[in-house]
């Protein structure tokens, strides 16, 4: 395979960016991420790539539940603020309001939508896992454009 090629094909990948929450014990975090995707109507299924050594991967695996906080366009500095491991930095959270629902996992009050999960499948094949959510609740803050990958100028994938 033309390593090149298979780098710029997959960087082709249109993403949204989010932020997921869990818990870790009786704390929660939460990453920025845009390896997720819906895949089923009925039920409702959503997957989530997690870099197997983090924080949260470990969160997800022994809480069962995530969520998913879609943010808005311009709150770039809101994705920021969840991109540095939480081994690095403390808890990511500081200012930042949220509140739980159904999973106990955390909803950011600033994100447009949110909706939480259920892990009902797990595959485990390269760096990253692959968590199969059902989704278990949901809720909508407020209307707007949702934060693109691409106006960040990031990329994470290739
Ligand atoms: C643009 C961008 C997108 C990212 N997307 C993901 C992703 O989809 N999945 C993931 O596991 N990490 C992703 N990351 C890395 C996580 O944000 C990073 O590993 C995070 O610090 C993990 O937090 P934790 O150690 O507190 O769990 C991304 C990083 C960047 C810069």
Redesign the pocket.
């Known amino acids: 395979m033309d390593d090149q090629a298979k780098k710029t094909a997959l960087r082709g990948i249109t993403y949204g960016?989010y932020v997921?929450g869990t818990k870790v014990g009786d704390e929660v975090?939460?990453?920025?991420?845009?390896?997720?995707t819906q895949a089923s109507f009925t039920p409702p299924l959503v997957v989530?790539?997690?870099?197997n050594d983090?924080?949260?991967?470990g969160?997800i695996r022994e809480s069962g539940v995530f969520s998913v906080n879609v943010l808005e366009a311009g709150q770039k500095d809101l994705a920021f603020s969840?991109?540095?491991?939480?081994?690095r930095v403390g808890n990511?959270f500081g200012d930042v309001e949220f509140y739980t629902s159904t999973t106990g996992s955390p909803i950011l009050t600033a994100s447009l939508s949110w909706f939480e999960c259920k892990v009902v499948d797990v595959v485990e094949r390269g760096d990253?896992i692959i968590f199969v959510g059902e989704v278990v609740d949901a809720g909508v803050h407020k209307t707007g454009e949702p934060l693109t990958?691409k106006e960040?100028g990031?990329?994470?994938g290739g």
Request: glycine fraction near 10%; hydrophobic fraction near 45%; charge should be positive.
């Open positions: 960016l997921i975090n939460a990453f920025t991420g845009n390896w997720v989530i790539g997690v870099k983090t924080v949260s991967c969160g969840f991109f540095k491991p939480v081994s990511k990253h990958l960040t990031l990329f994470y």
